[in-house]
């Protein structure tokens, strides 16, 4: 379908009793039965022919997503297969409770047949310090009997599932770098020729893999249950791979969500690379900050509306283990700004979708976020104040006692984290939130005098809605000097929602100058709000940890402190405001191309 051409309405994918694949839904899952992740017209004993036959609008809507192979640019050498885009979700199992997936309702009742066995030993390589890791790549020779499958893979833009893979088959387990070498650039050619390759870590899993035919697509099903090791480190690894192999990529979503009826799952995009480079190098997960969009100013608002969708979605499963791990405080930081970003984006949406699904949605991401808070909270305090203010007061008592009493609670705010990002709850939000991306399940939910303008460029959408965002900042700091910290903080958040419209719509402007320049001014605005809003919520955090005599002398130490720099922010903070007011908006008319 052409990008400006009519939108047709879906129809809403799960209209259908989930008694189709004979069994009920938990109560966890009843409230997403909207989200548009796909559910078969057919019982699962219906024969492939007629499944097939009935695939309806949504089929087809989602047909758009689907995947082809991709032709390198430089075609390859020795034979060897071209590059493809592979389409996986993982989910993080209990170990004992793997083998009862694999007799789920949804697979025996769908699978092609009892499928195989595999024993899978493998390698990773990398140069001593990690420049296929550092480019995205990933680096294996894998063995399964007597074949031996050298791979490539990378990351693929901002489509949360989609990789590039690429295979060719090798004599042994000692990898032939020639063979990818046509797949990479020349730069990491020539660190590749300096710094040789190196066996990383090894990977033994046991696999029975399944293909289960749906109506909306086939899927390999694979449950991988073994460990990884890097010399005297081990790390148990047990999931269920679901990839991707003809029909609609939705499918993925649909398996996916009745595995997760059947029990306890975690959707994950981690890989066993990036978990086995960890496991080497003794490192949390890595924290990515969410990519940069890439619009074309000729998109319609329904590719616009996915596109942003995909990215929010990406960085919000990027960021889950890191959050969990703890370890980097960046971690939950970004965790919580996906969740910002995500419900800006459905914000976005409300004036052309239905604000029932949008408002769900919203409501789980808005939980979810809650739980959070805390811990960033503490990590703020504890990096940011006490340590910086200990620094400054040697001579002051009780510093000590203090961060106890704060790494305490900071501690007890992550095991809060961990449960939340654990309960089923959770992973029926991510699941279904990943399904109604992939199927666009918006397009059920649009009313018809909306479906035209899901088909219209979207820069007559991001001009509206950026021009009523950067209103409202405005209205809300009229005489901005004189406005309590309770108004800033209101400030604070529009400024914030501005700042993700902007970063989602403003590359429908391309490279304009005045685009960059708005982007810096807001984004200035926005760290010396954050910043004042952080020395207001001390308070708070002290009067937690309450005025006990061991570290009642270090706490009122910290107010002081934070008192008289409240009086240093102020002049930033002000002249951020009176530039951020001035600046020319890019949306407009007579903005510098």
């Known amino acids: 379908m052409s990008e400006t051409g009519a939108i047709k309405r879906a129809p809403d994918p799960l209209h259908r009793p989930a008694k189709a694949y ?283 509306f996915a596109a942003i969708l995909r990215t929010c979605l990406l960085h919000l499963l990027q960021s889950i283990p890191a959050a969990e791990d703890g370890r980097d405080p960046e971690g939950i930081h970004q965790l919580r700004v996906a969740l910002r970003r995500l419900r800006s984006a459905l914000d976005l949406m409300q004036s052309v979708v239905s604000l029932s699904k949008l408002d769900l949605l919203r409501s789980e991401a808005r939980w979810l976020a809650q739980n959070l808070s805390p811990a960033r909270d503490w990590d703020v305090f504890q990096q940011d104040t006490l340590r910086i203010v200990a620094k400054g007061c040697p001579s002051i008592a009780g510093f000590d006692a203090l961060e106890a009493a704060v790494e305490q609670r900071r501690a007890a705010s992550y095991d809060r984290v961990r449960e939340v990002l654990a309960d089923r709850r959770t992973s029926f939000f991510l699941i279904g939130l990943g399904g109604w991306i992939e199927a666009r399940g918006w397009r059920s939910d649009v009313a018809p005098d909306h479906l035209a303008q899901l088909a219209e460029p979207a820069t007559n959408f991001a001009q509206r809605i950026l021009s009523a965002q950067h209103a409202k900042v405005l209205k809300r700091g009229r005489r901005f000097k004189s406005r309590s910290t309770e108004e800033r903080h209101r400030v604070r958040l529009a400024a914030k929602k501005l700042r993700y419209v902007a970063d989602f719509l403003l590359p429908l402007y391309g490279e304009r100058k005045s685009a960059k320049r708005f982007s810096s001014k807001l984004a200035e605005l926005q760290q010396q709000l954050g910043i004042y809003n952080d020395m207001a919520t001390t308070a708070s955090l002290l009067a937690d940890i309450g005025t006990e005599p061991d570290h009642s002398t270090a706490a009122a130490a910290i107010a002081g402190w934070q008192a008289h720099a409240m009086v240093g922010v102020e002049p930033r903070l002000n002249k951020a405001w009176s530039e951020f007011v001035k600046t020319k908006m890019p949306w407009s008319a007579g903005a510098e191309p």
């Open 22 to 304: 004979g069994h009920p839904l938990p109560d966890d899952a009843k409230k997403f039965t909207g989200f548009g992740v796909p559910v078969p017209a057919e019982a699962p004993g219906s024969a492939r022919a007629d499944a097939e036959s009935s695939r309806s609008d949504s089929s087809q809507i989602a047909d758009e997503t689907r995947t082809e192979t991709i032709a390198p640019e430089i075609a390859p050498s020795r034979g060897a297969a071209p590059r493809a885009t592979e389409i996986e979700l993982k989910l993080l199992v209990d170990p004992n409770r793997l083998a009862d997936f694999a007799n789920a309702p949804v697979i025996t009742a769908n699978a092609r047949n009892k499928g195989s066995r595999k024993h899978l030993r493998a390698v990773y390589y990398d140069t001593p310090k990690r420049a296929l890791q550092r480019h995205g790549l990933s680096f294996r020779v894998r063995q399964s009997g007597s074949r031996f499958t050298q791979t490539m893979k990378s990351e693929s833009g901002n489509d949360p599932l989609r990789r590039g893979e690429w295979e060719a088959s090798v004599p042994s387990m000692t990898p032939d770098l020639a063979l990818a070498l046509p797949f990479l650039t020349e730069k990491l050619r020539a660190d590749l020729a300096r710094r040789p390759l190196e066996a990383v870590f090894s990977t033994d899993i046991r696999r029975h893999q399944r293909v289960v035919d749906l109506p909306s697509g086939t899927i390999e099903v694979a449950f991988d249950q073994g460990h990884l090791t890097s010399g005297d480190r081990t790390l148990q690894v047990s999931e269920i791979e679901l990839e991707f192999k003809t029909g609609s990529p939705s499918a993925i979503w649909e398996l996916a969500f009745r595995l997760a009826e059947h029990g306890p799952v975690r959707p994950s995009i981690r890989s066993k690379s990036a978990r086995g480079f960890e496991l080497a190098d003794a490192s949390a997960p890595i924290v990515k900050k969410p990519r940069k969009l890439r619009l074309d100013p000729s998109s319609s608002l329904d590719e616009t």
